[in-house]
Protein backbone atom coordinates (compact mmCIF):
# COMPACT_ATOMS: atom_id res chain seq x y z
CA UNK A 1 0.00 0.00 0.00
CA UNK A 2 2.98 2.32 1.02
CA UNK A 3 4.42 1.84 -2.63
CA UNK A 4 1.16 2.35 -4.22
CA UNK A 5 0.90 5.96 -2.30
CA UNK A 6 3.79 7.03 -3.17
CA UNK A 7 4.19 6.00 -6.83
CA UNK A 8 0.51 8.23 -6.74
CA UNK A 9 2.22 11.07 -5.60
CA UNK A 10 5.66 10.77 -7.16
CA UNK A 11 2.80 11.23 -10.54
CA UNK A 12 1.26 14.31 -9.12
CA UNK A 13 3.21 17.03 -10.77
CA UNK A 14 3.17 15.55 -14.11
CA UNK A 15 -0.85 15.42 -14.07
CA UNK A 16 -0.26 19.19 -13.00
CA UNK A 17 1.88 19.89 -15.97
CA UNK A 18 -0.61 18.00 -18.31
CA UNK A 19 -3.77 20.23 -16.77
CA UNK A 20 -1.57 23.08 -17.25
CA UNK A 21 -1.50 22.74 -20.70
CA UNK A 22 -4.70 24.06 -21.48
CA UNK A 23 -3.20 27.94 -20.96
CA UNK A 24 -1.36 27.20 -24.41
CA UNK A 25 -4.90 27.58 -25.93
CA UNK A 26 -4.79 31.11 -24.84
CA UNK A 27 -2.76 32.99 -27.46
CA UNK A 28 -5.23 30.91 -29.59
CA UNK A 29 -7.98 32.67 -28.24
CA UNK A 30 -6.37 36.07 -28.43
CA UNK A 31 -5.95 35.38 -31.91
CA UNK A 32 -9.36 35.54 -32.71
CA UNK A 33 -9.82 38.37 -30.83
CA UNK A 34 -7.62 39.98 -33.61
CA UNK A 35 -9.62 38.70 -35.80
CA UNK A 36 -12.61 40.10 -34.59
CA UNK A 37 -11.03 43.31 -34.57
CA UNK A 38 -10.32 43.09 -38.68
CA UNK A 39 -13.74 42.17 -39.04
CA UNK A 40 -15.01 45.32 -37.28
CA UNK A 41 -12.31 47.62 -39.30
CA UNK A 42 -13.81 45.81 -42.43
CA UNK A 43 -17.11 46.36 -41.17
CA UNK A 44 -16.90 50.43 -41.12
CA UNK A 45 -14.79 50.36 -44.04
CA UNK A 46 -17.73 48.60 -46.11
CA UNK A 47 -20.40 50.65 -44.41
CA UNK A 48 -18.58 54.40 -44.99
CA UNK A 49 -18.00 53.39 -48.57
CA UNK A 50 -21.80 52.65 -48.67
CA UNK A 51 -23.29 55.78 -46.94
CA UNK A 52 -20.80 57.60 -49.27
CA UNK A 53 -21.88 55.87 -52.12
CA UNK A 54 -25.56 56.80 -51.53
CA UNK A 55 -24.38 60.43 -51.26
CA UNK A 56 -22.85 60.64 -54.60
CA UNK A 57 -19.41 59.32 -54.03
CA UNK A 58 -18.61 57.37 -57.52
CA UNK A 59 -15.30 56.18 -55.98
CA UNK A 60 -16.68 54.78 -53.21
CA UNK A 61 -19.29 53.27 -55.54
CA UNK A 62 -16.59 51.25 -57.42
CA UNK A 63 -14.68 50.10 -54.00
CA UNK A 64 -17.99 48.70 -53.77
CA UNK A 65 -18.73 47.19 -56.49
CA UNK A 66 -15.00 45.81 -56.49
CA UNK A 67 -15.89 44.26 -53.35
CA UNK A 68 -18.96 42.36 -54.02
CA UNK A 69 -18.05 41.52 -57.22
CA UNK A 70 -20.98 42.97 -58.93
CA UNK A 71 -20.46 43.36 -63.08
CA UNK A 72 -22.47 44.87 -65.19
CA UNK A 73 -22.62 45.61 -69.16
CA UNK A 74 -23.94 49.49 -68.62
CA UNK A 75 -21.38 51.61 -66.58
CA UNK A 76 -23.06 52.15 -62.99
CA UNK A 77 -22.83 55.99 -61.82
CA UNK A 78 -25.49 55.49 -59.05
CA UNK A 79 -26.29 52.85 -56.19
CA UNK A 80 -29.12 50.02 -57.57
CA UNK A 81 -31.04 48.11 -55.17
CA UNK A 82 -29.35 44.98 -56.18
CA UNK A 83 -25.65 46.63 -55.11
CA UNK A 84 -27.05 47.82 -51.92
CA UNK A 85 -28.82 43.98 -51.05
CA UNK A 86 -25.01 42.73 -51.87
CA UNK A 87 -23.46 45.21 -49.70
CA UNK A 88 -25.85 44.90 -46.51
CA UNK A 89 -26.00 40.56 -47.17
CA UNK A 90 -22.22 41.48 -46.99
CA UNK A 91 -22.36 43.34 -43.88
CA UNK A 92 -24.92 40.76 -42.32
CA UNK A 93 -21.98 38.14 -42.90
CA UNK A 94 -19.62 40.35 -41.09
CA UNK A 95 -21.91 39.83 -38.24
CA UNK A 96 -22.45 36.29 -38.06
CA UNK A 97 -19.20 35.74 -38.81
CA UNK A 98 -18.38 37.73 -35.83
CA UNK A 99 -21.41 36.03 -33.96
CA UNK A 100 -19.42 32.56 -34.90
CA UNK A 101 -16.34 34.21 -33.44
CA UNK A 102 -17.59 35.02 -30.06
CA UNK A 103 -18.85 32.01 -29.35
CA UNK A 104 -15.36 30.05 -30.09
CA UNK A 105 -13.67 32.58 -28.20
CA UNK A 106 -16.35 32.79 -24.98
CA UNK A 107 -17.52 29.65 -25.05
CA UNK A 108 -14.61 27.21 -25.88
CA UNK A 109 -12.38 29.49 -22.89
CA UNK A 110 -15.32 28.93 -20.40
CA UNK A 111 -15.51 24.97 -21.58
CA UNK A 112 -11.20 24.27 -22.06
CA UNK A 113 -9.51 26.94 -20.32
CA UNK A 114 -10.48 28.48 -17.01
CA UNK A 115 -13.82 29.57 -15.82
CA UNK A 116 -14.84 33.32 -16.42
CA UNK A 117 -16.93 33.66 -13.38
CA UNK A 118 -19.83 35.34 -14.98
CA UNK A 119 -22.44 34.16 -12.68
CA UNK A 120 -25.07 36.74 -11.56
CA UNK A 121 -23.38 39.32 -14.52
CA UNK A 122 -26.25 41.49 -16.29
CA UNK A 123 -24.39 41.07 -19.67
CA UNK A 124 -23.81 36.93 -19.32
CA UNK A 125 -24.63 35.16 -22.33
CA UNK A 126 -27.98 32.91 -21.80
CA UNK A 127 -26.36 29.96 -23.84
CA UNK A 128 -23.19 29.82 -21.25
CA UNK A 129 -24.62 29.13 -18.44
CA UNK A 130 -24.94 25.96 -19.80
CA UNK A 131 -22.12 25.70 -22.03
CA UNK A 132 -20.06 22.58 -22.73
CA UNK A 133 -18.18 21.11 -25.62
CA UNK A 134 -21.29 19.48 -27.13
CA UNK A 135 -23.41 22.42 -27.01
CA UNK A 136 -20.68 24.24 -28.62
CA UNK A 137 -20.60 22.12 -31.28
CA UNK A 138 -23.96 22.27 -32.03
CA UNK A 139 -24.51 25.96 -32.22
CA UNK A 140 -21.11 26.19 -34.47
CA UNK A 141 -22.93 23.99 -36.89
CA UNK A 142 -25.74 25.94 -36.68
CA UNK A 143 -23.91 29.27 -37.08
CA UNK A 144 -22.06 27.73 -40.05
CA UNK A 145 -25.20 27.24 -41.82
CA UNK A 146 -26.74 30.56 -41.19
CA UNK A 147 -22.97 32.09 -42.67
CA UNK A 148 -23.32 29.47 -45.57
CA UNK A 149 -27.24 31.06 -46.30
CA UNK A 150 -25.95 34.62 -46.83
CA UNK A 151 -23.29 33.52 -49.12
CA UNK A 152 -26.10 31.26 -51.27
CA UNK A 153 -28.14 34.04 -50.97
CA UNK A 154 -25.23 36.93 -52.20
CA UNK A 155 -24.54 34.24 -54.85
CA UNK A 156 -27.65 33.59 -55.97
CA UNK A 157 -28.71 37.25 -56.25
CA UNK A 158 -24.95 37.74 -58.45
CA UNK A 159 -26.20 34.47 -60.22
CA UNK A 160 -25.29 36.04 -63.41
CA UNK A 161 -21.38 36.85 -62.11
CA UNK A 162 -20.99 32.99 -61.47
CA UNK A 163 -21.09 29.61 -63.34
CA UNK A 164 -23.39 27.32 -63.24
CA UNK A 165 -20.47 24.82 -61.66
CA UNK A 166 -20.11 27.53 -58.94
CA UNK A 167 -24.08 27.52 -58.16
CA UNK A 168 -23.87 23.73 -57.76
CA UNK A 169 -21.33 23.48 -55.97
CA UNK A 170 -22.05 26.28 -53.51
CA UNK A 171 -25.60 24.73 -52.89
CA UNK A 172 -23.90 21.28 -52.92
CA UNK A 173 -21.65 22.62 -49.89
CA UNK A 174 -24.57 24.13 -48.11
CA UNK A 175 -26.51 20.72 -48.23
CA UNK A 176 -23.82 19.14 -46.74
CA UNK A 177 -23.34 21.77 -44.12
CA UNK A 178 -26.97 21.16 -43.40
CA UNK A 179 -26.91 17.58 -43.07
CA UNK A 180 -23.69 17.58 -41.08
CA UNK A 181 -25.47 19.98 -38.33
CA UNK A 182 -28.56 17.65 -38.56
CA UNK A 183 -26.22 14.63 -37.70
CA UNK A 184 -24.37 16.48 -34.94
CA UNK A 185 -27.83 17.47 -33.52
CA UNK A 186 -28.72 13.78 -33.10
CA UNK A 187 -25.67 12.61 -32.13
CA UNK A 188 -25.98 15.15 -29.26
CA UNK A 189 -29.95 14.24 -28.64
CA UNK A 190 -28.77 10.37 -28.62
CA UNK A 191 -25.92 10.64 -26.27
CA UNK A 192 -27.78 13.22 -24.34
CA UNK A 193 -30.88 10.92 -23.99
CA UNK A 194 -27.93 7.84 -23.38
CA UNK A 195 -26.36 9.80 -20.37
CA UNK A 196 -30.02 10.42 -18.74
CA UNK A 197 -31.21 7.05 -18.56
CA UNK A 198 -27.65 6.10 -17.25
CA UNK A 199 -28.63 8.72 -14.41
Excluded at 56 to 73: C, F, H, W
Excluded at 90 to 111: C, F, H, K, P
Excluded at 156 to 169: G, P, Q, S, T
Aim: proline share 3%; charged share 15%; glycine share 4%.
Amino acid sequence: MRSTHSSSAALRPLPSMIFASRWLQLPLYLGLIAAQAVYVFHFWVELIHLLEAALGDEQALQALVTSIGYKTDAPLTSLNETVIMLVVLALIDVVMISNLLIMVIVGGYETFVSRLHLEGHPDQPEWLSHVNASVLKVKLSTAIIGISSIHLLKTFINAANYDEKVLMWQSIIHIAFLLSALAIALTDRLLSHSHGGHD
